[in-house]
Antibody, heavy 118, light 109 residues
Framework: EVQLVESGGGLVQPGGSLRLSCAASGFTFSNYEFNWVRQAPGKGLEWISYISSGGDNIYYAESVKGRFTISRDNTNNSLYLHLSSLRAEDTALYYCTRHHFDYGIDHWGQGALVTVSS | QSVLTQPPSASGTPGQRVTISCSGS????????VYWFQQFPGTAPKLLIYRNNQRPSGVPDRFSGSKSGTSASLAISGLRSEDEANYHC??????????FGGGTSLTVL
């Protein structure tokens, strides 16, 4: 069974940093591309970043470019998102999602809540 | 402001057919596949429709998707109370970004 489990969320002050992790299991992690997608409270979904299977192709939304960094460790079946220079508007539930050529986004984690507040 | 435009809400009575629209542009819907996700409160979204009109295994055939030009639609026939959820459209666009609609909250009256 495909599982994506995020961790690392929490309360952080404006301007602070945080690293989210996503532990994957139930499939061959290194064969797949991934995205981070976030959802602010009561709002819609917002794509944040994409990483290819080998980590050599990376894309970011303009809203986070230069502040967030996506990475992966194919040895440990893990995806990461480093968030820095955090702002109140970055407060959201951050989902780790598996990207699939046919199905688009075919699996989602349960989300990690990031709250940016003083 | 979301790149794709969806109505914020929709409603119907049990047994009815309901459609949810998703409007975009030539760089997203007009030239790429549309995907739909279903999300219940407090849970992660789930893939409902892929490649405009394909259903993953396990999704009832009451759900169908279509696309025409720069717009797409999700139709739910034989509406049931358990269909009450939020529905999101999305596209992997020409810039290799995922773009989403703002989501539509479906109420079964």
């Amino acid at each position: 069974e495909v599982q994506l489990v995020e961790s690392g969320g929490g309360l952080v002050q404006p301007g602070g940093s945080l690293r989210l992790s996503c532990a994957a299991s139930g499939f061959t992690f290194s064969n797949y591309e991934f995205n981070w997608v976030r959802q602010a409270p009561g709002k819609g979904l917002e794509w944040i970043s994409y990483i290819s299977s080998g980590g050599d192709n990376i894309y970011y939304a303009e809203s986070v470019k230069g502040r967030f960094t996506i990475s992966r460790d194919n040895t440990n079946n893990s995806l990461y998102l480093h968030l820095s220079s955090l702002r109140a508007e970055d407060t959201a539930l951050y989902y780790c999602t598996r990207h699939h050529f046919d199905y688009g986004i075919d699996h989602w984690g349960q989300g990690a809540l990031v709250t940016v507040s003083s | 402001q979301s790149v794709l435009t969806q109505p914020p809400s929709a409603s119907g009575t049990p047994g009815q057919r309901v459609t949810i629209s998703c409007s975009g542009s030539s760089s997203n819907i007009g030239s790429n596949f549309v995907y739909w996700f279903q999300q219940f409160p407090g849970t992660a979204p789930k893939l409902l429709i892929y490649r405009n009109n394909q259903r993953p295994s396990g999704v009832p055939d009451r759900f169908s998707g279509s696309k025409s030009g720069t717009s797409a639609s999700l139709a739910i026939s034989g509406l049931r109370s358990e269909d009450e959820a939020n529905y999101h459209c999305a596209v992997w666009d020409d810039s290799l970004n995922w773009v989403f609609g703002g989501g539509t909250s479906l109420t079964v009256l």
